[in-house]
C-alpha cells in the first residue's frame, strides 16, 4: 500500500479549521447555555412576579440555529455526523473507503445546495429590510446571516477534507481516507470514552 503524506499546507489549513471549528463549537455551546438560562429566567418571572420580559422563545430559536449551523464543520472533522454502518461494516477494506470518499461528496454537494439558497433568504431579508412580526421585530438579516456564515464555513472545511481524502483515495493511502471520513470504529469510540474518562478523573475538561 503507497504511503501518502498530505501536502504540508493542506495540513497546516485542516489543522487550523480543527482548531476555529472547536471553537465556534464551544461559541454554540455558550449560545445555547444563555438561550436556556434566558428562558428559565423568563419563566420564573412569569410564575413568581407575574411579568414577562417578552422574546424569549424568538431569541432561542435564533440561538439554536446558529448554534447548530457553527457546530457542524466540527462534527464532520471528528466523524461525529450519523451514517447507517450495517451494510458497510461486511464490505472489503477498499470499496468502503470508496464509499467513505462519496459520502464526503455527497455531504459536500447537499451543503452547498443548502447554503446557496440559506444566502437567498439572508439576503432578501437584507434587502427589504425585514424584521421579525414580534415586539422584538429583530433585523432578520442579522440571526440569518449568522446562520448562512456557519453553512459557508461547512463547506469550506469539507472542500479541505474533500481534497485531503481525494489525494489519499489515489494514492491509494487506504488508513488516511478511514482516519479523515470514515465511520468511526467500537474501538475508537471506546477508546475517546476511556481518554474522558481519566480526564473528569483529574478534574479537567473533557
Not at 19 to 48: E, N, Q
Not at 124 to 152: D, M, Y
Request: with cysteine.
Amino acid at each position: 500500500m503507497a504511503s501518502y503524506d498530505p501536502p504540508p499546507i493542506l495540513g497546516r489549513l485542516l489543522r487550523l479549521a480543527d482548531t476555529f471549528s472547536l471553537g465556534a463549537a464551544w461559541f454554540g455551546g455558550i449560545l445555547t447555555l444563555v438561550s436556556v438560562f434566558i428562558i428559565c429566567f423568563d419563566v420564573f418571572i412569569r410564575k413568581f412576579l407575574g411579568f414577562t420580559i417578552g422574546g424569549a422563545d424568538e431569541l432561542s430559536g435564533y440561538a439554536f440555529a446558529i448554534s447548530t449551523s457553527w457546530s457542524l464543520a466540527f462534527v464532520v472533522l471528528h466523524r461525529g455526523n450519523v451514517r447507517v454502518d450495517v451494510i458497510y461494516q461486511l464490505l472489503p477494506v477498499r470499496l468502503s473507503a470508496l464509499l467513505d470518499w462519496l459520502s464526503l461528496v455527497a455531504l459536500g454537494v447537499f451543503m452547498v445546495f443548502l447554503t446557496y439558497y440559506s444566502s437567498f433568504v439572508a439576503e432578501t431579508s437584507w434587502l427589504q429590510n425585514s424584521a421579525a412580526n414580534t415586539p422584538l421585530a429583530t433585523p432578520l438579516w442579522i440571526p440569518q446571516g449568522l446562520w448562512v456564515l456557519g453553512l459557508v464555513w461547512m463547506c469550506l472545511v469539507l472542500a479541505l477534507m474533500l481534497i485531503r481524502a481525494s489525494f489519499a483515495l489515489v494514492t491509494g493511502d487506504i488508513d488516511a481516507v478511514k482516519a479523515l471520513c470514515g465511520v468511526r470504529t467500537s474501538e475508537e469510540e471506546a477508546k475517546e470514552e476511556a481518554i474522558a474518562g481519566e480526564r473528569m478523573v483529574r478534574g479537567e475538561i473533557a
